[in-house]
């Protein structure tokens, strides 16, 4: 019997990558910088980010290490393991996977970290409000 090898990622798996590669981005750092500090070639530090390779507990620590964070930050946004009943629920809920796919967008990032640092609350509405008239214009 031949293994499916058009199986898609575990989405555990792509959760762990995409946490990587948000904290490499927020960190300034880029892909090669990651690889060569973790011993890789670049293209592996893009196949974790992607969850197309399962990244072990000791590159995992490694990761945390080079990029200045806990192991745990990796698995932040995931349901808790002790409370999921057996066969139940998707490791991800819909709106984490909207945010994580925008905050995985270099776009999305850059807008995220520049919106945050806008410290007047009337400035961020407005920015808020120009954005949604812009999408129904489109609609």
Known sequence: MT???SRSPNPIDVHVGRRVRQRRKAMGVTQERLA???GLTFQQ???Y???????SA???YEIA???QTSTEYFFEGLADPASLKEG????EPASEKFVNAFLMSSEGLELAELFSRLKNPRLRKRIVEL???MVEDEA
């Open 65 to 67: 290490v080079a990029l």
């Open 88 to 91: 139940g629920g998707d490791a």
């Open 49 to 55: 980010e992607r969850g197309a390779n399962r990244v």
């Open 36 to 38: 060569d500090d973790l």
């Open 45 to 47: 530090v893009q196949k």
């Open 3 to 5: 293994e499916d090898v």
């Open 58 to 60: 000791s590159k995992l």
């Open 131 to 133: 954005v949604r008239s």
